[in-house]
C-alpha cells in the first residue's frame, strides 16, 4: 500500500483483496440497478438521462441571475450523470425516493487504521470507503456522503484507546461523575494518610480505604458514584473547605464554610463494634461510619478558609479579613477529655482559648498585616515555621512562640505598608450591570432622533455593552488573577515552593529568601504535592509535571479534562482530585517502566472492561419564521418518529427576529441573558408533543436571538446523560455582534461520552457562498461551551452568554494543551440548522420541473454545500445521508404540497437550505465500535416533513442509531490490580526501586540539661538511592521517682514540647552522606493561657524530669513505605541524678558527646518497619 500526498487527501493503490471488495460492492449495485431498469447488465451503463419535461412552464428565468459569475450554465444531455461524485460509475437510481433497507449490502469489515484505497474503472475513479460509504450500509441504514478534508487539522477525530496513550495508567478511584448528580456535594480538597484518603465535600467527609478498593460496593449506590470504588462517609455538615490531619490523636480536622472546625475519628469506620460490621447503610450506598466528635465555632459566621497544625501540635486557622487565630493544644487535649455529657463544655472551653494573631501584632491601631483573606497556610516542620498567605502577600511565623517574623510581597520584597479592611458596603469596581446599563441608554439617546433604521439606533447601545463587558473580562483575566498566588507546599529539604496564576512557580528558604523561579505552562497552578525529593504540580488546564527540588522538569501529562484542584499521596500513589469531582491515581514510580507494562497489559485485556450501548437520536430542524406551529405539524414533525428513540434534540431558527429584539437580546447577551416568551414558547410545545415529565424529560436549551436548540432525553436514559452545557456565538452584523446569524449549541455526556449538537443559520442568498464557509469556520474555532445549561426547572436563565474573543486569557477554560477548538475533542457532532446552500447553475423552471419528477439526484449535482464538502472547504469529515426529499426552501406560507413553492416577485429557487450533518469517533468509513473508535453512527431516517404549512422553510429530521463502546470502571480496577499482583516483571522493578535504603542513627538514647544541646547523626549507609528522613515525637512522660516513665501522651500530629527543639526536623540524605541533627533543650518555664484572644494566667511550667521518645522515619523516593529508629530523649532539672547516673560515658568528650547515652543496639534498622499501605505483596 503506497500513499500519494495531494490536494492535502491521501490516495492509496489497492490490494487485491480490496479490489475485489469494491468489485463485489459495484457488482451488487450493478445488479440490482439493472433489475430495477432493465438494463442489460453485459452492456455498459450510461448515465440516465433526466426525463422529458413535461409542457408546463412555472416562470422565465429569474432576472437577477448572472451565468457569467456562477460560470456555463450546463444543459441536460442524453448522458448525463446522476451519482454522488462525477468520477465514478456507480449511480443510484433517480425514481427511488426512499430505497429499501435490503437495497444495501453490509458494510465490509476494515481493520482500524486501515485507510481508504482507489479503484480504478472505466468510468473513472472510485474510493472504495466512498463506495462503502454511499452505496452500502447496514440493514436499515441509508448510504452517506463525506465531505473532504476530514481528519486533519482541527478536524482531526480525536483519539482515543482503551489505556490513553501519553499518560500513564490512571488507578480510576473516583471516575468523571455527572455534574448534575453532585449538586451539593461536590469535592474541594483532599488529605492523605497512611492507607486512607480522605476527601471534603460540600456536605461532609468521605474516606476511602485503600485496601478495599478492588471490591465491588456494598448495598446501594448513590447516583454519580456508581463506578467508584468502596467509600465511608461522614454525617450530613456545612460545606468542608480546608482539611488537617493528625495522626497522632486519630483525628482529621476539618474546616467549614460555617466557621466551625469539626474533627473526625480516622479508624472510627475500622474498629470492632463500630457499625462497620453490620454494614449499615446511609441509603446511598455509602455506609455511615463515622460520628462527628469535638467541635466548636472558630470564626463566628466567616468561613474556615486555610488549617494547619504546627511542629508544636497547635492548630492554626485562617479566614476572611486577614484573621489568623491559634488554638493551643493543650486547651483542645483538655476538651477531648471530657465526657460525652460534657460536649457543649468542651465546645466552649476551646471556643475561648484561641490566640488572635492579628490583634497582637497591631500596635496603636497599626496592623502590618494585609486585611485580606488567609487563602493558604503551610507548616514548615523543618524549622518550626508556619507561613500564611493571602493572594498577594506573605507572612512568615514562629510555630513555638508564634511571633511575626516577616511580612513580604510575593516579589519577595518587605511590606511596610499598612492596610485595613475596607468598609462593610465599600465596592472598588462599579457594578457591571449598571455599568452596561447606562451605555445603554446613553447610546440609545445619543442615536434616537438620527435614524430609526436599526442598526443606526442599536450600533451604540452594542458596542457599549460589548466594550464593558470586555474591559471587565480582561480586568478580571490579566490585572486581578495574572500573577496571585495559586498554591503553597513545603519540599521535603524545607524550601517553600508557590504556584501562581501565570503558570509561574518560585522556590524560597525557610527564611523567605527568594531562590529560584521556573515556568513550564501558561496555565494557572491549582496546586502542588511533594512527597521525596519531587514535586508534582496540577494545573487549571488538567495537565500534571513532575519536578525534581532543583526545579527540573522530569514528566509531564494530562491528568484531567478540566483542573486539578487538590492532590495527596496515600499508599504510593498520588491522587489527584479534578473540579469535576472524578479522583484518580498514579504511581510514584510514574513516569516508569512500570507504565508501559501496565499499559500494555491493560489493552490486552480491554474486551473484559468494554461495555457496549446502543441508543437511537432523533434531530430535527426548521426555520419556523416568526410563526408558531400547531400540533398536528409538531406531531407530524417529531411525534410520529419517537417511538423507538432515546434522545431528542431540537433546533429552531427565525424564533422571533425584528430589529428591536435583536437589539435587546444583544444586551441582554452581554450580560449573560438570554431567551424569549417565543422560544420558551416552543420549548413548551415540543414538551407536550414529546409527553414532557411523563415520557421524556427536558435536559437542556439554548436561546440566541432567533436561534433556538432544546433536548430532552427518554426517562429511562436521562441517569446517563448529563454534564450539559450551553454555548452561543452571533455571526450576524456590525460585525459578528447581532444574533440573526449563528449558532447555539449543546454539548453533553452520554453514556461517559461527549456528544455535541449545533443548530447553525449561515448567511443568505445565493452568491454567499464563501460567507457561508466562513461562518461555519467561525463557528467551529470558536464556539465555547462555557456555562452548564438551562435545565428541565430553568425557563429563561443565562445558560451562557456570548463568548469573548478567544484572545481574551481564560486561565483554562480552554484546551490549552492541544490548541484544539471545543467541537474537535467530542465524540460525535451533530451539525443542523438553516445552512442557507443553494442550487447553482440552474433556472428555477429547471428545478421546479426536476422536482416535480423527482429526480432529486440530478439536483444533487447543483447543491453548493455538496460541492463545497467535497472539496474540503466546509463541514470537512462530516457525513450527511442521501438526500431523497424536496427542497425544503421557499415556500408560500399556508399552501400545501409542491405547488406552494415560492412564485412571487422574486421566484427563489427552491434549495436545500435546511440540513443535519455528524462526525463520529471513526477515522475511516468503516469501524467497528470500540474503545478506540467508541461512538459509531449510522442514520436510519432522513426526510422532511412537507406537509406543514406555518413556514416558508419545511421542517428537516434525521434519526441516528450510535453505538457507544465505554469502560466498565470496576472490572478495569480489578484487572488492573490483578497484573500488579501477577506481573513478574512489574513485581521486579517494583522491589528494586520502591524499598527504602539502609540507615543507621548515632545513639538511641539522650540525656539533656537545662538549655543543654546534643547532636544526632543519621547516615545513609546507600550507595546508589537517596532516603528522606522525618522526626516526630511520639509522646511526653514524666519519670517517676523510682526511675519510671509515665504513659506516654502525645500532641497533635506528633508535635514537640515546647521545651524541645529539633533541627532539622525533615531532610534528604544523599548517598553515603551522615547528616547532623540538633536536639536542644529550651528554657522556656512560663506558659499563658487565653481567653477570647487574650492572655489572661500565667504559671511556671512544671520542672519534673520528662521524657520523650523520637520517631526517626525514613522514606524512599518511590514508595510510602517507612522503616522507623526509635530515640529516647530524657531532660533532668537535677544535675545529681545526671552525675550518678551508672551509663558508661567512655570514648565521649565534649559538652554535646557526654549527654549521649551508649547505644544499646547498634542495629541498622533498629526499631520498626511500616509497610506500603496499598497491599503491593511483592513489596
Avoid at 275 to 296: A, K, P, V, Y
Avoid at 631 to 643: K, N
Avoid at 771 to 790: C, E, Q, W
Avoid at 838 to 866: G, N, P, V
Amino acid at each position: 500500500m503506497e500513499e500519494d500526498e495531494s490536494d492535502g487527501r491521501s490516495s492509496f493503490t489497492t490490494t487485491a483483496s480490496d479490489t475485489s471488495a469494491a468489485d463485489a460492492v459495484t457488482k451488487s449495485t450493478k445488479n440490482r440497478n439493472s433489475t430495477k431498469s432493465n438494463t442489460n447488465p453485459a452492456t455498459p451503463i450510461p448515465s440516465p438521462t433526466p426525463p422529458n419535461r413535461k409542457a408546463i412552464s412555472y416562470s422565465q428565468p429569474l432576472s437577477n441571475y448572472n451565468p457569467a459569475a456562477l460560470g456555463p450554465t450546463p444543459r441536460r444531455s442524453s448522458h448525463r450523470k446522476h451519482s454522488l461524485d462525477d468520477d465514478h460509475s456507480l449511480f443510484y437510481p433517480h425514481y427511488i425516493s426512499s430505497p429499501p433497507p435490503s437495497f444495501f449490502p453490509h458494510h465490509p469489515h476494515i481493520p482500524p487504521g486501515h485507510h481508504s484505497h482507489s479503484i480504478s474503472g472505466s468510468g473513472g475513479s472510485l474510493t472504495l470507503n466512498t463506495a462503502i460509504s454511499e452505496y452500502g450500509g447496514a440493514p436499515g441504514t441509508l448510504p452517506e456522503f463525506t465531505g473532504g478534508g476530514g481528519n486533519t487539522g482541527i478536524f482531526r477525530v480525536p483519539v482515543r484507546a482503551a489505556v490513553h496513550p501519553t499518560r500513564p495508567p490512571a488507578l480510576e478511584l473516583r471516575p468523571h461523575p455527572l455534574r448534575e448528580t453532585q449538586a451539593g456535594s461536590f469535592l474541594r480538597a483532599l488529605a492523605a494518610i497512611g492507607n486512607q484518603l480522605w476527601a471534603a465535600s460540600e456536605s461532609g467527609l468521605r474516606m476511602w480505604n485503600l485496601s478495599d478498593m478492588w471490591g465491588p460496593r456494598a448495598g446501594g449506590v448513590r447516583r454519580g458514584d456508581e463506578d467508584s470504588a468502596p467509600f465511608y462517609e461522614t454525617s450530613r455538615t456545612s460545606p468542608v473547605i480546608c482539611l488537617a490531619v493528625d495522626q497522632a490523636g486519630g483525628f482529621v480536622w476539618s474546616g467549614h464554610k460555617d466557621g466551625k472546625i469539626r474533627s473526625w475519628k480516622m479508624d472510627a469506620g475500622m474498629a470492632p463494634g463500630s457499625g462497620l460490621e453490620d454494614r449499615s447503610s446511609n441509603g446511598n450506598g455509602c455506609r455511615r461510619t463515622f460520628t462527628e466528635g469535638l467541635s466548636w465555632q472558630a470564626h463566628a459566621r466567616d468561613p474556615v478558609l486555610s488549617m494547619v497544625i504546627t511542629s508544636y501540635g497547635d492548630i492554626w486557622t485562617g479566614s476572611e479579613g486577614g484573621s489568623i487565630r491559634v488554638w493551643p493544644w493543650d486547651a483542645i487535649v483538655k476538651s477531648l477529655s471530657l465526657t460525652v455529657e460534657e460536649t457543649h463544655m468542651s465546645a466552649l472551653l476551646v471556643e475561648r482559648s484561641f490566640i488572635d494573631l492579628r490583634n497582637q501584632v497591631t500596635v496603636n491601631g497599626i496592623c502590618p498585616l494585609p486585611a485580606s483573606d488567609i487563602k493558604f497556610m503551610v507548616a514548615d516542620k523543618c524549622k518550626s515555621k508556619v507561613w500564611t498567605a493571602t493572594g498577594l502577600t506573605f507572612a512568615l511565623w514562629d510555630a513555638r512562640t508564634r511571633e511575626l517574623l516577616k511580612v513580604f510581597s510575593i516579589d519577595g520584597r518587605d511590606e511596610t505598608r499598612v492596610e485595613a479592611l475596607p468598609p462593610p458596603n465599600h465596592e472598588s469596581q462599579p457594578n457591571l450591570e449598571d455599568e452596561m446599563k447606562m451605555k445603554f441608554m446613553a447610546g440609545s439617546v445619543s442615536k434616537k432622533e438620527k435614524s430609526n433604521n436599526f442598526f443606526q439606533r442599536s450600533r451604540n447601545a452594542l458596542i457599549g455593552a460589548a466594550d464593558a463587558v470586555r474591559r471587565a473580562a480582561t480586568k478580571s483575566a490579566f490585572v486581578e488573577d495574572n500573577r496571585r498566588i495559586g498554591a503553597v507546599s513545603v519540599g521535603a529539604d524545607g524550601t517553600i515552593w508557590t504556584g501562581f496564576t501565570n503558570g509561574s512557580l518560585v522556590q524560597w528558604d525557610g527564611s523567605g529568601t527568594r531562590l529560584l523561579e521556573v515556568q513550564y505552562h501558561v496555565s494557572s497552578i491549582q496546586c502542588i504535592c511533594s512527597f521525596a525529593d519531587r514535586l508534582w504540580i496540577g494545573y487549571a488546564s488538567g495537565t500534571i509535571q513532575l519536578i525534581d527540588l532543583l526545579g527540573n522538569l522530569m514528566g509531564e501529562w494530562v491528568g484531567h479534562s478540566c483542573p486539578v484542584i487538590a492532590m495527596a499521596i496515600a499508599g504510593s500513589y498520588l491522587f489527584s482530585l479534578a473540579h469535576h469531582g472524578g479522583i484518580r491515581g498514579w504511581h510514584l514510580t510514574s513516569p516508569g517502566p512500570v507504565d508501559d507494562i501496565l499499559r500494555n497489559e491493560l489493552a490486552r485485556r480491554e474486551l473484559a472492561y468494554t461495555k457496549m450501548e446502543e441508543i437511537k437520536i432523533l434531530a430535527g430542524t426548521w426555520n419556523v419564521g416568526q410563526e408558531k406551529a400547531g400540533p398536528d405539524s409538531l406531531i407530524s414533525w417529531l411525534g410520529s418518529a419517537v417511538s423507538d428513540v432515546g434522545l431528542v434534540v431540537v433546533g429552531l431558527q427565525e424564533v422571533e427576529m425584528g430589529a428591536g429584539f435583536l437589539a435587546m437580546s444583544a444586551a441582554k447577551e452581554s450580560v449573560g441573558l438570554e431567551g424569549s416568551n417565543n422560544g420558551q414558547w416552543w420549548l413548551d410545545a415540543i414538551g407536550r408533543t414529546l409527553d414532557e415529565g411523563t415520557t421524556f424529560q427536558r435536559v437542556g436549551s439554548r436561546q440566541l436571538a432567533g436561534l433556538l436548540i432544546g433536548s430532552w432525553a427518554r426517562m429511562n436514559l436521562r441517569p446517563y446523560i448529563g454534564d450539559v452545557d450551553a454555548a452561543a456565538i452571533a455571526t450576524g452584523a456590525l460585525g459578528r455582534t447581532i444574533g440573526n446569524k449563528g449558532a447555539v449549541g449543546l454539548r453533553m455526556r452520554v453514556y461517559d461520552r461527549t456528544m455535541c449538537f449545533v443548530n447553525s443559520h449561515f448567511a443568505a442568498h445565493l452568491d454567499a457562498v464563501n460567507k457561508r464557509n466562513a461562518d461555519f469556520d467561525f463557528i467551529y474555532r470558536g464556539l465555547s461551551f462555557s456555562r452548564p445549561s438551562v435545565g428541565v426547572q430553568g425557563t429563561q436563565a443565562g445558560a451562557t452568554s456570548v463568548q469573548l474573543h478567544r484572545a481574551v486569557h481564560t486561565n483554562g477554560a480552554q484546551s490549552e494543551s492541544t490548541g484544539m477548538p471545543e467541537l474537535s475533542e467530542a465524540d460525535l457532532i451533530v451539525f443542523m440548522g438553516d445552512f442557507n446552500y443553494r442550487l447553482h447553475s440552474i433556472t428555477y423552471d429547471e428545478a421546479r420541473d426536476m422536482i416535480s419528477q423527482r429526480c432529486f439526484d440530478w439536483l444533487r449535482d447543483k447543491d453548493q454545500l455538496r460541492a463545497e464538502m467535497k472539496a474540503g472547504r466546509v463541514f470537512q469529515g462530516m457525513r450527511e445521508a442521501q438526500i431523497t426529499f424536496p427542497p425544503t426552501y421557499k415556500f408560500q406560507r399556508n399552501v400545501p404540497g409542491l405547488g406552494g413553492y415560492d412564485s412571487g416577485e422574486k421566484k427563489r429557487i427552491p434549495a436545500w437550505c435546511d440540513r443535519i450533518l455528524y462526525r463520529d469517533s471513526r477515522s475511516i468509513s468503516v469501524a467497528d465500535c470500540s474503545l478506540e473508535c467508541p461512538v459509531v453512527a449510522s442514520i436510519t431516517q432522513y426526510d422532511a416533513c412537507m406537509d406543514t404549512t406555518e413556514s416558508d422553510h419545511k421542517p428537516v429530521r434525521c434519526k441516528f442509531n450510535v453505538e457507544i463502546a465505554r469502560p466498565d470502571e470496576l472490572v478495569k480496577r480489578q484487572e488492573y490490580w490483578q497484573i500488579i499482583e501477577s506481573d513478574e516483571r512489574i513485581r521486579s522493578l517494583l522491589q528494586d526501586t520502591c524499598s527504602v535504603p539502609e540507615t543507621i542513627v548515632s545513639t538511641n538514647n539522650i540525656i539533656l540539661q537545662t538549655k543543654g544541646t546534643t547532636i544526632l547523626r543519621i547516615t545513609n549507609k546507600s550507595g546508589e538511592r537517596i532516603v528522606v528522613y522525618n522526626i516526630i515525637c511520639e509522646g511526653v512522660g514524666i519519670v517517676k521517682g523510682d526511675g519510671n516513665v509515665s504513659e506516654l501522651s502525645s500532641r497533635g500530629s506528633f508535635g514537640f514540647p515546647t521545651w524541645l527543639e529539633v533541627y532539622p526536623v525533615t531532610g534528604i540524605i544523599q548517598p553515603n552522606q551522615t547528616i547532623e541533627v540538633t536536639i536542644h533543650h529550651e528554657d522556656f518555664y512560663t506558659k499563658e493561657e487565653f481567653i477570647d484572644g487574650t492572655p489572661q494566667n500565667w504559671w511556671c511550667e512544671d520542672t519534673r524530669d520528662k521524657e520523650v521518645v523520637l520517631s526517626v522515619n525514613m522514606t524512599g523516593t518511590n514508595s510510602t513505605d517507612t522503616t522507623t529508629h526509635r530515640i529516647s530523649v530524657r531532660h533532668c532539672y537535677s544535675s545529681k541524678e545526671l552525675c550518678n547516673d551508672k551509663t558508661d560515658l567512655k570514648g565521649t568528650s565534649g559538652t554535646n558527646q557526654r549527654n549521649l547515652l551508649q547505644r544499646t543496639d547498634i542495629n541498622p534498622l533498629e526499631g520498626s518497619k511500616v509497610p506500603d499501605y496499598i497491599p503491593l505483596r511483592m513489596l
